[in-house]
């Protein structure tokens, strides 16, 4: 199998030793020792300092799309009314997720590189009037890192349910779930928490868990069961108990290095790249600077060059970046500086061979 020197893929990132030695313990059964339930609630501890948030979280074990779809199939019933705020592959994504649950979903779509202009966004949700609304923080595909914040007071005006997916922003940018007003908070462990893609761990309001029981969804993705199982020491199945240990490592270092710190680090990363990319000539996807996301960068394929002649190339010099989907797919490649990868030496020597490959 091929390795690289130099891996910027935008997630899942590079797993520091430290954190992947976490699964060399030999734990008992997570079902029956009381050490494991002391771990999960000192992790959803940990999650609630670093999310900024008193809600409950739970934290299951499978790939951060799991909480995706058990957030939308929890909570919203078929006929609801869902806007679905979508600059990308993801915030399109959950409006499609909703319609396969039976809502009626209304997209509200940004224009190429930008976020939903206030004035557009207050006029949906007056006249359409969501049940729920769906949003995506750092819109990945994009490299675009939406203004939550801005937005929230409209939401929370408009009473609608509050779905943020912040699973490629929290850690290496500010998530603050309460102030924001987020009911459901989406998060992974194999983006800024630098985790194999084994954990995604939700945010629930007390109206959200009303919502649930409202709706009374079953099945593995379903958030209710999760609701006191570690107060009853009761889970709705076997549980990761490795993948929790690594995560107590990884938010403990989080909340070590300092969480501001952690996002002037991933901020640092991200403005040395864009200023590489804007003495190469090439062009960012995101059309306003404050919109480019700390966590990845997206930038336009230059022209004389495709998709998979430029990824062939690089991977020829030991560097891996990520391609887009959807709509970018071809159009725009993506350097992943998150967590572990948000490293200014390491991001140096990616644009090192990229400057070197477009020069050839
Ligand atoms: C990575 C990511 C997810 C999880 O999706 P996968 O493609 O399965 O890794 C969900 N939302 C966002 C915004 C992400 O970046």
């Not at 997570?30 to 771990?39: N, T, W």
């Not at 495709?306 to 990520?322: F, I």
Request: negative net charge.
């Amino acid at each position: 199998m091929k390795t690289y020197e130099v891996p910027l893929v935008p997630g899942p990132v590079s797993v520091p030793v430290k954190f992947r030695e976490a699964y060399m313990t030999d734990f008992g059964s997570s079902d029956l020792e009381k050490d494991f339930y002391e771990l999960l609630k000192e992790n959803q501890r940990l999650l609630r300092e670093i999310l900024k948030t008193t809600n409950s979280v739970t934290i299951q074990s499978g790939e951060a799309m799991l909480v995706l779809w058990g957030a939308l199939k929890s909570t919203v019933c078929p006929k609801d009314k869902v806007l679905a705020l979508s600059n990308g592959l993801f915030g399109h994504g959950l409006g499609e997720m909703a319609e396969a649950v039976g809502a009626e979903v209304r997209y509200l779509e940004a224009e190429d590189g930008r976020f939903i202009e206030k004035n557009i966004l207050q006029r949906e949700l007056d006249s359409f009037r969501p049940d729920v609304v769906t949003a995506v923080h750092c819109e990945t595909p994009s490299g675009l890192l939406n203004p939550i914040g801005d937005a929230a007071p409209m939401i929370k005006e408009s009473e609608a349910l509050f779905c943020v997916d912040f699973v490629a922003s929290a850690g290496g940018s500010d998530v603050r779930v309460d102030e924001w007003g987020i009911d459901l908070g989406l998060l992974g462990s194999q983006k800024c928490l630098s985790l194999l893609p084994d954990l995604s761990v939700l945010t629930v309001s007390e109206r959200a868990w009303r919502a649930a029981e409202r709706v009374d969804y079953a099945g593995y993705d379903a958030v209710l069961p999760w609701r006191d199982a570690e107060e009853k020491m009761e889970m709705p199945c076997t549980h990761n108990w490795h993948a929790n240990a690594a995560m107590n490592l990884s938010l403990k270092s989080l909340l070590e290095e300092g969480l501001e710190n952690s996002f002037r680090r991933h901020n640092e990363t991200a403005v040395y790249c864009r200023s590489r990319i804007a003495s190469m000539g090439l062009e960012l996807y995101a059309r306003e600077e404050e919109l480019a996301s700390p966590t990845v960068t997206a930038v336009r394929i230059p022209s004389g060059w495709t998709w998979p002649r430029l990824d062939a190339s690089l991977r020829e010099h030991g560097m891996a970046v990520g391609g887009s989907y959807g709509q970018l797919a071809g159009k725009v490649f993506r350097i992943g500086h998150m967590g572990s990868q948000a490293d200014i030496g390491l991001v140096r020597k990616g644009m090192d061979i990229l400057e070197e490959v477009l020069n050839k």
